[in-house]
């Protein structure tokens, strides 16, 4: 018989000597067990054990192509910030909405054959919307067959929340981005899809199963609330109860009364009073709180 290390694509398994041919991706460069065989003297030598050594070798296994469908693999990106109270995303203008099925989606691009699935968000980012540094957490994967009509695209979407000033520079530097209100008519339990609008109310149509998507994205940011500190990330350094309540109103889309959600967030111990108060304000300065 053969030595396994001579036998390239086939791993030798030490424990039932039989061989067992690996998986091959098509087109691909990929690494390849070869084994060689080596001896460990144990228990004082009283027997011999055999086991094998790992190594890799590369080649490029395009005959192993196989005859099976491919589908594409797409990274979209719901980049979340509260603005004047209400939740927003940035979204980006389709210019073949007629195809999509609307006129704007949230920022994506596909996965390239050598791309990790970080590095394709990464690059989306920065090519797309011109931001970096930002943290990015997968939300779903989404694979209906007719969801993209122009062939069979799954998408691994991620979220961020983002400062909306950062974003609102995004906007600036391209004209083909818009931040927009996003509103979902539902409580954190049922979950739905959500619908996107101007400032002036306008309804925005979106591509794709984006309303899905956005949807998903809410009731994530809801069902967070209560167990993370995930809403702090979009207050400043320094904040007052005021304006955290804002952003934990404009996440759950209801009003809160003051001080049950002040006795409550305080109770959690995720923040701390600074002994600072805000300056600038008609009114009697608010104290100023962070994060612990």
């Known amino acids: 018989m053969k030595?396994?290390?001579?036998?390239?694509?086939?791993?030798?398994?030490?424990?039932?000597?039989?061989?067992?041919?690996?998986?091959?991706?098509?087109?691909?460069?990929?690494?390849?067990?070869?084994?060689?065989?080596?001896?460990?003297?144990?228990?004082?030598?009283?027997?011999?054990?055999?086991?094998?050594?790992?190594?890799?070798?590369?080649?490029?296994?395009?005959?192993?192509?196989?005859?099976?469908?491919?589908?594409?693999?797409?990274?979209?990106?719901?980049?979340?910030?509260?603005?004047?109270?209400?939740?927003?995303?940035?979204?980006?203008?389709?210019?073949?909405?007629?195809?999509?099925?609307?006129?704007?989606?949230?920022?994506?691009?596909?996965?390239?054959?050598?791309?990790?699935?970080?590095?394709?968000?990464?690059?989306?980012?920065?090519?797309?919307?011109?931001?970096?540094?930002?943290?990015?957490e997968q939300l779903y994967t989404y694979g209906a067959p007719a969801r993209d009509p122009r062939e069979r695209v799954i998408s691994v979407t991620h979220?961020?929340?983002?400062?909306?000033?950062?974003?609102?520079?995004?906007?600036?530097d391209n004209a083909n981005l818009l931040l927009a209100e996003i509103c979902a008519d539902w409580n954190e339990e049922t979950g739905g899809i959500a619908s996107a609008h101007r400032i002036d109310g306008e309804t925005l149509t979106l591509a794709f199963d984006h309303a899905f998507i956005l949807g998903d994205v809410v009731k994530r940011l809801r069902g967070k609330l209560d167990y993370t500190s995930i809403a702090l990330e979009l207050l400043p350094p320094l904040f007052t109860l005021r304006q955290a309540q804002e952003v934990y109103e404009a996440i759950l889309g209801k009003q809160l009364t003051k001080p049950a959600f002040r006795r409550k967030l305080l109770d959690r111990n995720i923040i701390k009073p600074t002994g600072k108060r805000e300056t600038g304000s008609a009114f009697r300065p608010a104290e100023l709180y962070a994060r612990i």
């Open 3 to 136: 030595s396994p290390a001579a036998m390239p694509g086939f791993l030798y398994c030490a424990d039932s000597s039989r061989l067992h041919p690996l998986g091959f991706l098509p087109h691909l460069a990929i690494s390849i067990l070869t084994l060689r065989p080596a001896t460990d003297r144990s228990f004082g030598g009283r027997c011999l054990l055999t086991y094998y050594q790992l190594s890799y070798i590369y080649f490029d296994n395009k005959e192993f192509d196989m005859d099976y469908p491919k589908p594409a693999v797409a990274v979209d990106l719901a980049l979340i910030t509260v603005l004047d109270e209400k939740l927003c995303c940035l979204l980006m203008r389709r210019h073949d909405a007629e195809i999509v099925g609307g006129d704007w989606a949230i920022p994506g691009g596909y996965v390239h054959i050598e791309e990790a699935i970080e590095a394709t968000a990464e690059r989306v980012l920065r090519d797309k919307v011109g931001l970096s540094d930002v943290y990015l």
């Open 159 to 172: 979220f961020a929340l983002v400062d909306a000033d950062r974003l609102g520079q995004a906007i600036a």
